[in-house]
């Protein structure tokens, strides 16, 4: 079954589920570590590492893209560097597709992580303290367990904004057809070509299948999480 996607079209999708799947796979550890930072922690310049974490959010897509081809392209303060050093760069790439998407999609994971660490009976981690468990222990074996909803939670939000990531993307890594054009970028150059509109219809289709693919999946695994 093709969907009237030819084979543009489907690789638009296979590289949307790969940049999807690399961004959300790379954020999510460091966004369970901020949440629980960020809900457990008091420390100075917390508001303004809240800010930031969440800015993404609240920033044009295409400022955040901006703002990475600054630090990460080819010349960027970071990117420059990181080329010369090993020959790498984000720019351009779908390695830069992901790194948006996962800058996109960050706040959102973190958001719903740090809510599921915050409905957590903080008297829990505190007996496991008092018997002797380290900090790393007691996370591992009475934190996360917990909170296992809210990281499925945060991992398909996730995912779900890094698969329609447009404006940041197409900025920083502009939509090159079989390199860097993702589902939300093919959509929109098709919208440019008049009579393209059943192509447009079947990637949106498609959208629509992996999207709620992911949340049916999500509910299914919170709810075996939950009986165990």
Not at 123 to 136: C, I, K, M, N, Q
Not at 169 to 192: D, M, N, R
């Amino acid at each position: 079954m093709t969907l009237g996607l030819d084979a543009a079209a489907w690789t638009a999708v296979l590289l949307s589920l790969r940049v999807a799947v690399v961004a959300t796979l790379c954020a999510l550890p460091l966004a369970i570590w901020v949440a629980h930072l960020l809900a457990r922690r008091d420390f100075p310049g917390k508001q303004v590492v809240n800010g930031l974490v969440h800015l993404p959010l609240v920033l044009p897509p295409v400022v955040t893209g901006y703002l990475l081809l600054v630090v990460f392209g080819g010349n960027g303060v970071i990117g420059g560097w990181l080329r010369d050093l090993t020959g790498f760069t984000f720019a351009f790439r779908w390695t830069g597709a992901a790194l948006a998407a996962a800058i996109m999609a960050f706040p959102l994971m973190v958001r719903a992580i740090r809510l599921g660490i915050e409905a957590i009976d903080q008297g829990l981690e505190e007996a496991a303290a008092t018997l002797g468990a380290s900090r790393w222990r007691i996370f591992r074996t009475v934190t996360l367990p917990l909170i296992l909803p809210g990281v499925l939670a945060g991992a398909v939000l996730g995912f779900a904004k890094a698969l329609g990531e447009f404006g940041a993307t197409i900025t920083f890594v502009a939509a090159i057809p079989g390199q860097t054009q993702t589902i939300p970028s093919a959509i929109y150059a098709l919208l440019q070509v008049p009579g393209q509109e059943p192509a447009v219809v079947a990637l949106v289709v498609v959208s629509i299948i992996l999207a709620m693919g992911a949340l049916i999946a999500s509910e299914w695994l919170a709810r075996r999480v939950r009986s165990k």
